[in-house]
């Protein structure tokens, strides 16, 4: 049985991307590895955690001799490495948190694998999930390629960025069997609600302000983290090493827009009058550094590995919709604290 350590598991696209290998791969056995701050949450996989191929341990990456370990007992096949500090506004107010967690963390992964795998690239391999971020910033025109060159601006997406280049080195350096992903904004279920879409719908349904930057002219390109999650599967399987793949929507909407449509979704879903929900919308000061366009061109994944958006944004969005609106459990959960609980109550007492 092949042993995946995935890292992060517990977090947004991570708790997808677990999801998605355990409902496809009955002969792999997938570790998941989360430190379980603020935006891991185990209640995102309580549908998984009897399933025999499934395993939950908490750890921290940026503890070498732990993770050295870990690798020594587990002796995982491969590598899904996705935890990772990815709040820009949090990274602005604390760097040192990012730098700690996306280099040193990812270094310290690598540095494991490297020593466990023994030169066996062949047989292992050490996939790492990044984003459109590290691109930096795009005019009116134009979209970012895997052959882009890198220009962070943020404390965010320079401690991404620099993640992304040591994993390239290990793989010029020592042969490393990598891959690299770099994705745009991710949608769906089970974000925490901090992030834009989740912070919306909930102050919506709550009649609270729904905060916009500037003038909401900022434009993201915006994945369903379902679709990153099977992209991310093809990749693991087919990619070639040392490979980069970006992966993108084919979604790009200024954030204003984004915004209006939601309020009416939402209006629409809530049984409220057509414009309630728009005047909740509230004009904040712009973000620091604040980029004004992400694209991706993800035409090398749709032709080389034959992979494709399953939803379109309308549609993702009424999805994703639905689902807060029919999980309230879970958002109450979380906006309260109390998913922070769970790990005591259901796993504390059986970790080694």
Not at 164 to 192: E, K, W
Not at 230 to 255: L, M, V
Not at 301 to 318: D, K, M, R, V
Request: glycine content about 6%.
């Amino acid at each position: 049985m092949k042993k995946i350590l995935i890292t992060g598991g517990a977090g947004f696209i991570g708790s997808h991307v677990v999801r998605q290998f355990i409902k496809n791969y009955a002969d792999y056995q997938i570790i998941n590895l989360d430190k379980l701050t603020y935006a891991g949450n185990l209640l995102n996989l309580t549908d998984l955690e009897n399933d025999p191929n499934y395993r939950f341990i908490k750890g921290d990456i940026t503890d070498a001799v732990f993770i050295r370990e870990l690798f020594q007992v587990e002796k995982p096949d491969a590598v899904i490495h996705l935890a990772a500090e990815s709040h820009v506004d949090r990274s602005i107010s604390n760097p040192m948190e990012f730098v700690m967690t996306n280099v040193i963390g990812t270094v310290n992964l690598l540095n494991a694998a490297k020593e466990s795998w023994k030169g066996d690239y062949d047989n292992h391999r050490f996939y790492h999930v990044s984003t459109d971020e590290v691109y930096g910033s795009l005019g009116e025109t134009g979209m970012f390629t895997e052959t882009t060159a890198y220009d962070p601006h943020s404390p965010y997406s320079a401690s991404k960025a620099s993640s992304d280049h040591f994993v390239r080195a290990y793989h010029d350096t020592y042969g490393l069997n990598v891959v690299i992903s770099n994705c745009s904004n991710n949608y769906g279920s089970h974000h925490f609600p901090e992030k834009l879409i989740p912070l919306a719908i909930n102050n919506i349904k709550n009649n609270k302000p729904v905060p916009v930057y500037g003038k909401g002219e900022n434009i993201r390109d915006w994945l369903w983290v379902e679709d990153h999650a099977s992209a991310i599967d093809r990749i693991f399987h087919q990619a070639k090493a040392g490979d980069t793949y970006n992966i993108g929507g084919h979604n790009e909407w200024k954030n204003i827009d984004l915004i209006h449509l939601l309020c009416r979704i939402m209006d629409e879903k809530l049984g409220r009058e057509t414009g309630t929900s728009a005047n909740l919308i509230t004009y904040v000061t712009d973000r620091a550094g604040h980029d004004l366009r992400y694209a991706i061109d993800s035409s090398k994944l749709q032709n080389e590995l034959n992979w494709t958006p399953s939803l379109q944004f309308e549609e993702g969005l009424a999805k994703t919709v639905d689902w807060y609106l029919e999980n309230d459990e879970w958002l109450e959960n979380v906006t309260s604290g109390n998913y922070q609980d769970y790990y005591k109550l259901q796993y504390a007492d059986h970790e080694q």
